[in-house]
Structures are given as C-alpha cells and as structure tokens.
C-alpha cells in the first residue's frame, strides 16, 4: 500500500523556522513526483512546493520562494520542506501527496491537489506573530 506519514509541525514565532518530513513507501520513491500543500482554515488547499526525482525538478509558490526549500532523502524515501522567516500566514496544515511522474508537465508546474493521486495526513504550523 503507498503510505504518506508527514511530520514536523508545531508552534513557532514569526520569523523562526520549521522542517516539515514526509516519509513514503509502498511506491518506487524515484517514479513519483511529492508535492507539499498547505490548507488554512476555510480556505482550499494550495500547492506549496514540488520535487521530482525523475528529472530534478522543483516547484514553488510565489509566496514560499526564497523562504522554503524542499529536498529528499533517496535512501529514507523522505522530502522534505525546511522552512524559514516563518510568517503569520504561513499557519496552516501542511499536507504531503504523491503523483507519478514530474512535478512540471512541460508548459505549467502540479500545484491543484486533483492532479496527486495519493495524500499523507497534515501536521499542523502555527505560526504567531
């Protein structure tokens, strides 16, 4: 079975950092593409960030770049998202998915939550000003 197991929320002052994991298996770690997004309360889920082993692509969302980046762990079948310069906004739960193939389909990046096939639970980031 694939299984997605996120890790790594918690409480921490605007301008601190956090590094979120999301550990997989079940699925060949290199063939799939592993996106993280984020959900605030009574709002959708956004695409936040994206790797893909396959072609060494990564993604990110206006609002992360420069303050986020993701990595992965080939022989821990791990990604995982380091955040800093944390802001307010930044709370939400953060959630990791899995899709096979790239995180780029040649003319525009995954970022809708339709487009990944299989969801970890969230952990949640609290972020206080």
């Known amino acids: 079975d694939v299984q997605l197991q996120a890790s790594g929320g918690g409480l921490v002052q605007a301008g601190g950092s956090l590094r979120l994991s999301c550990a997989a298996s079940?699925?060949?770690?290199?063939?799939?593409?592993i996106g993280w997004f984020h959900q605030a309360p009574g709002e959708d889920r956004e695409g936040v960030s994206c790797?893909?082993?396959?072609?060494?692509?990564?993604y990110y969302a206006d609002s992360v770049k420069g303050r986020f980046t993701i990595s992965s762990d080939n022989a821990k079948n791990t990604v995982y998202l380091q955040m800093n310069s944390l802001k307010p906004e930044d709370t939400a739960g953060y959630y990791c998915?899995?899709?096979?193939?790239?995180?780029?389909?040649?003319?525009?990046?995954?970022?809708?939550?339709?487009?990944?096939?299989?969801w970890g639970q969230g952990t949640l980031v609290t972020v206080s000003s």
């Open positions: 079940g699925f060949t770690f290199d063939d799939y593409a």
């Open positions: 998915a899995a899709k096979r193939g790239s995180c780029y389909s040649g003319s525009y990046y995954y970022d809708i939550p339709d487009e990944y096939d299989y």
């Open positions: 790797i893909s082993k396959s072609d060494g692509i990564t």
